[in-house]
């Protein structure tokens, strides 16, 4: 069974600008969770999507932004990126009726320059 | 608000045991987790407990919950050199869908 992909995988942007970051979950899954990983904040969670819904957010400015869509796959998108944007940003999966097993992807790289 | 707190750094040479510690604040955690983490690469699952247990083991690994004094650890026994990574203790509420994590252990085996 496929994991929880995630494209791109490393991206480049400039202060000002918008990004999308895209999120595939493993087959079967409905829930999709977003978090941040950083070297001073270290994991935090951005939010969480069921059925095209967000059902959860963290404490992240109104910059940051999700969507899912029919087919589970989700996206992010964050606008007028700040260099303190620069961080890892991690995908997870889950079963409906597991939510305590989440899978991760391998995650986007995105550096703000 | 949750707060999650790991030491930074363990070393042990190959073969030995390793003990990586927790603690955590939320007295109403439902759930526990481990995750590690490898150079360049997302969090891969190793395990979680439910609140009500206080201990689980799979195969190499066995989590200890001492739920009164809030205190999680993961036990490796016959540490390899590949288990060298960072690893992430979390905790989560009943829904399981959103995670507070701690700062990560770094983990080295020397051979």
């Known amino acids: 069974k496929a994991g929880v992909t995630q494209t791109p995988r490393y991206l480049i942007k400039t202060r000002g600008q918008q990004v999308t970051l895209s999120c595939s979950p493993i087959?079967?899954?409905?829930?999709v969770s977003w978090y941040q990983q950083t070297p001073g904040q270290g994991l935090q969670f951005l939010f969480e999507?069921?059925?095209?819904?967000?059902?959860n957010k963290g404490n992240f400015p109104g910059r940051f932004s999700g969507r899912q869509f029919s087919n589970s796959r989700s996206e992010m998108n964050v606008s007028t990126l700040e260099l303190g944007d620069s961080a890892l940003y991690l995908c997870?999966?889950?079963?409906?009726?597991?939510?305590?097993?989440?899978?991760f992807g391998p995650g986007t790289r995105l550096t703000v320059t | 608000g949750e707060d999650v707190e790991q030491s930074l750094f363990l070393s042990v040479r190959e073969g030995d045991s390793s003990v990586i510690n927790c603690t955590y604040t939320?007295?109403?955690?439902?759930?526990l987790y481990w995750y590690k983490q490898e150079p360049g690469a997302g969090l891969q699952l190793l395990t979680y407990?439910?609140?009500?247990?206080d201990m689980k083991q799979d195969q190499r690994l066995t989590v200890l919950l001492n739920k009164k004094d809030k205190h999680l650890s993961l036990r490796i026994a016959d540490t390899q050199t590949g288990d060298s990574a960072i690893y992430f203790c979390a905790e989560s509420n009943n829904a399981g869908n959103m995670l507070t994590f701690g700062g990560g252990t770094r983990l080295m085996v020397k051979p």
């Open positions: 407990i439910f609140s009500n247990m």
């Open positions: 939320d007295s109403s955690s439902t759930y």
């Open positions: 997870a999966s889950s079963f409906a009726n597991r939510p305590y097993e989440q899978y």
């Open positions: 999507y069921f059925s095209e819904t967000q059902r």
């Open positions: 087959s079967g899954h409905r829930s």
